[in-house]
T-cell receptor, first 113, second 114 residues
Framework: GESVGLHLPTLSVQEGDNSIINCAYS??????FIWYKQESGKGPQFIID?????DKRQGQRVTVLLNKTVKHLSLQIAATQPGDSAVYFC????????????FGGGTRLMVKP | DAGVTQSPTHLIKTRGQQVTLRCSPK?????VSWYQQALGQGPQFIFQ???????QRGNFPDRFSGHQFPNYSSELNVNALLLGDSALYLC?????????????FGPGTRLLVL
């Protein structure tokens, strides 16, 4: 399949280790945040979301942390697997009304067996 | 439960031509958003349709237009294609447009303008 991102920041981790992917968002008025995973040749796949009234949310093997003070979002993946290899995007909802998403630049996660 | 589908998967056009891309939303969803993703970048919001009307629009020229049908499916039209329009075009569906509902993406249509 074609490459999603050729010059993205890359995080390389060993299989079984934990991964942390960081994202700085731009709009202090944003109150809804989403992490998407995009594999080569595919559309973004929803991973987990968080609203601004929370600072942490956990899913299956994933945790999202939100620091509104410094406008920072992170995605933690526990026990990273080869299937986690992909490009990860954070997105913020910046519409005062509506559902427009603004995406960050993305981070490529590479899992070494 | 069918997810978001898009057609065609790939398309090659020449400068100046017009193109129409199609999207069927996830079952139960009534809102369709379109995004453009250039190689190596995150998706950029083009516009969003709900109840057959454009509800929000990103920073894209009028060459980009759309339509939503009564069955909630949608089309994206691009006129007078430029080389810079080459990108992956993504459709996302959600339930309702005024709420912060999760958007689910289709596989995209890869457009190449020569």
């Amino acid at each position: 399949g074609e490459s999603v991102g050729l010059h993205l920041p890359t995080l390389s981790v060993q299989e079984g280790d934990n991964s942390i992917i960081n994202c700085a968002y731009s709009n202090s008025a944003s109150d809804y945040f989403i992490w998407y995973k995009q594999e080569s040749g595919k559309g973004p796949q929803f991973i987990i979301d968080i609203r601004s009234n929370m600072d942490k949310r956990q899913g299956q093997r994933v945790t999202v942390l939100l620091n509104k003070t410094v406008k920072h979002l992170s995605l933690q993946i526990a026990a990273t697997q080869p299937g986690d290899s992909a490009v990860y995007f954070c997105a913020e909802n910046t519409g005062n009304a509506g559902n427009m998403l603004t995406f960050g630049g993305g981070t490529r996660l590479m899992v070494k067996p | 439960d069918a997810g978001v589908t898009q057609s065609p998967t790939h398309l090659i056009k020449t400068r100046g031509q017009q193109v129409t891309l199609r999207c069927s939303p996830k079952s139960g969803h009534d809102t369709v958003s379109w995004y453009q993703q250039a190689l190596g970048q995150g998706p950029q919001f083009i516009f969003q349709y709900y109840e057959e009307e454009e509800r929000q629009r990103g920073n894209f020229p009028d060459r980009f237009s759309g339509h939503q049908f009564p069955n909630y499916s949608s089309e994206l039209n691009v006129n007078a294609l430029l080389l810079g329009d080459s990108a992956l075009y993504l459709c996302a569906s959600s339930l309702g447009w005024a709420n912060q509902e999760t958007q689910y993406f289709g596989p995209g249509t890869r457009l190449l303008v020569l």
